[in-house]
């Protein structure tokens, strides 16, 4: 049978309209089940607890849960690798870091390429580091440790939150601007280092504020500087390394990143939602608490700051020649 030439265009216009609604349709019931967000660092560490709010605040917003999953190893390779590997529906999703950015270049071969393969879909949160010691460490000051230091070569343990976190990355900064040898011991995240750093058998860590700043107000960790360019509110007495080690600074970020080939409709309704838990002041009050602020983005955003920042930081890990081990 043969259509008439209106009827068929019709019908072809109809067909291809199809799959953007099936697209749209997709959107507006995502999700309709779990939702499980990777996080590369074991539990108790800056990713796993920025992972945990989300997951939170997003399973109230959207009635679905989302599962938070820990896959720690290779400084969050492993759980990269496992997401770029999913189906690209929106039920997988990475709690991305700063460590995917410095991965690139940290090592020399990757199973995936992180600005290809994983998709942007929100920016979380910005953070920054904190520079601590036990208190048997007789160092108060960012100019006394590295005195200590040097008057102590390969004798004080550093611990590191596993290869390519912001504790290792920052850590090794430290000991090439500061001309310090430290022993650097690795760990599968901050959680499983911070008992080691609590019972001194390591005695200085760059972690995260959000994991280490109940330890340091209740006085079980010393506080010597902050990572960040400038001094912030939730540590106000505490100076910059950078005060003591001109050039020196370290700061990062979280977000949440998809399988490439993730329908755009799901991309945008999850960052619509992400952006709304961001503007919630009791989600900020908690965030800032934590010594975290806000970072909202569009994925386009998202998406051209992670390939700035893997360029900046990608110059600095060679300059400073840090591999991981």
């Not at 004798?155 to 090439?176: R, T």
């Not at 005060?243 to 799901?266: D, H, L, N, R």
């Amino acid at each position: 049978m043969k259509l008439p030439r209106r009827q068929f265009l019709h019908l072809a216009a109809g067909a291809a309209a199809l799959p953007a609604l099936s697209g749209v349709a997709r959107a507006q019931s995502y999700p309709a089940r779990p939702v499980h967000l990777l996080s590369g660092f074991a539990a108790g560490g800056v990713v796993d607890i920025i992972a945990r709010l989300i997951g939170q605040a997003l399973s109230e917003r959207t009635g679905q849960a989302f599962v938070i999953e820990d896959r720690p190893g290779g400084g969050s390779n492993l759980a990269t690798e496992v997401t770029v590997r999913a189906l690209p529906d929106g039920y997988t999703l990475l709690l991305s870091s700063s460590s995917n950015a410095w991965n690139a270049t940290l090592y020399d071969k990757l199973n995936f390429n992180f600005i290809r393969d994983i998709a942007p879909v929100a920016t979380i949160t910005r953070t920054f580091n904190v520079m601590e010691v036990h208190p048997s460490v007789p160092a108060k000051t960012v100019p006394e440790f590295i005195a200590y230091a040097k008057a102590n070569p390969g004798k004080i343990n550093m611990a590191s939150a596993g290869q390519g976190s912001s504790p290792h990355l920052y850590g090794e900064l430290f000991k090439v601007m500061a001309g310090v040898d430290l022993v650097t011991v690795q760990y599968r995240g901050s959680g499983p280092a911070l008992p080691e750093l609590l019972g001194s058998q390591c005695q200085v860590m760059f972690d995260s504020v959000v994991s280490s700043i109940e330890h340091i107000r209740a006085g079980k960790l010393r506080a010597l500087a902050v990572t960040s360019a400038t001094r912030v509110n939730v540590l106000p007495e505490l100076p910059t390394v950078g005060e003591f080690v001109p050039g020196y600074e370290g700061s990062g970020w979280q977000g949440i990143g998809a399988p490439k080939g993730t329908p755009p409709q799901v991309i945008e309704k999850l960052n619509r939602e992400v952006n709304a838990v961001l503007g919630d002041p009791g989600f900020k009050a908690r965030l800032a608490d934590l010594g975290g602020e806000p970072f909202a983005s569009s994925p386009d955003e998202f998406g051209k700051f992670v390939v700035e920042y893997t360029e900046k930081w990608g110059k600095v890990i060679r300059a400073a020649n840090i591999k991981a081990e």
